[in-house]
């Protein structure tokens, strides 16, 4: 693979990218292979694959020195110290993964003070990532590395909407439905955001309160490089490494043009 095209890029970045591409082998090897699956103490799917990718990722990263946050492992609380962290999900869209719809992405985002600055999404089944650093943009690859945006476009009924395949909820349904827009994809993972990164959908939305910071880390850096927005469905903004990882008023991802005129939509019902 060639390096990304990031001149001067922070060196975390190339470490971030080789985490996900031997993460994502790993997943590919259990997926084409065979894998168990069961069920957390919360109810959510976890498999081999998702503690294997959780292991290798740990391992790359473990070497720069800086704390790591990951869905796979018990909260180490002295993160909370630290200005800098790891924030992980080695296997988002396991559903999708147990399913074999080839929708399930590895994710690894570096947050400093608060805001991710590094974002990086590996897509196994397809053999893609999406990558972005702060005040650098952001790039895809597959079979070569472009930079990618998202659309400009402001007309609600020319929009596209993406939302989950697994958890869209009666109230995300009814919402999305009076907003009026051109169509609808139930899109695993966090591929919904990496479409609209790169200018294949408007708009994400999800009213639900079981969003949790590595949901979220790298796909907030992607799309805010490619020209997008983040907050949570009131327009509030997003924080990350703190004590209460959930985000507890849902997640509104768009191009921006459409952002505010969603989250007042939101508020008129809410």
């Known amino acids: 693979m060639q390096a990304i095209p990031i001149p001067g890029r922070a ?4 470490v971030a ?6 993460a994502g082998e790993a ?36 070497q720069t020195g800086r704390a790591i946050l990951s869905e796979e492992d018990a909260d180490d609380r ?6 800098t962290v790891w924030i992980v999900d080695p296997l988002d869209g396991t559903s999708d993964f147990v399913d074999r719809t080839g929708e399930f992405t590895v994710m690894i985002a570096l947050v400093q003070d608060g805001s991710p600055v590094l974002g990086v999404i590996g897509w196994p089944a397809e053999g893609e990532l999406f990558a972005a650093q702060s005040g650098r943009g952001a790039f895809r690859w597959s079979g070569a590395w472009s930079r990618i945006s998202v659309t400009q476009t402001a007309d609600l009924a020319r929009c596209r909407a993406v939302g989950s395949r697994h958890h869209l909820s009666d109230t995300d349904r009814s919402f999305i439905g009076s907003l009026g827009m051109e169509s609808f994809a139930s899109v695993g993972s966090s591929l919904k955001v990496a479409r609209i990164s790169s200018g294949e959908a408007e ?11 590595w949901d979220t880390a790298a796909s907030y850096c992607i799309v805010t490089e490619a020209g997008g927005r983040m907050t949570d469905m009131r327009g509030g903004s997003l924080g990350y490494n703190r004590a209460d990882v959930v985000h507890h008023d849902g997640i509104l991802v768009t191009n921006g043009a459409i952002h505010d005129r969603i989250v007042s939509e939101f508020k008129k019902i809410c």
Do not use: C, Q, W
């Open 203 to 213: 708009a994400y939305i999800t009213t639900t309160d079981k969003m949790k910071e």
């Open 78 to 83: 002295s993160r909370l110290s630290s200005g």
């Open 11 to 14: 060196p975390e970045l190339d």
């Open 17 to 22: 990218i080789e985490a996900a591409v031997r």
């Open 27 to 62: 997943i590919l090897e259990a997926y084409r292979g065979g894998f168990e699956s069961h069920k957390k103490s919360d109810g959510s799917p976890v498999t081999d694959a998702d503690l294997k990718s959780n292991h290798i990722i740990k391992e790359i990263l473990g």
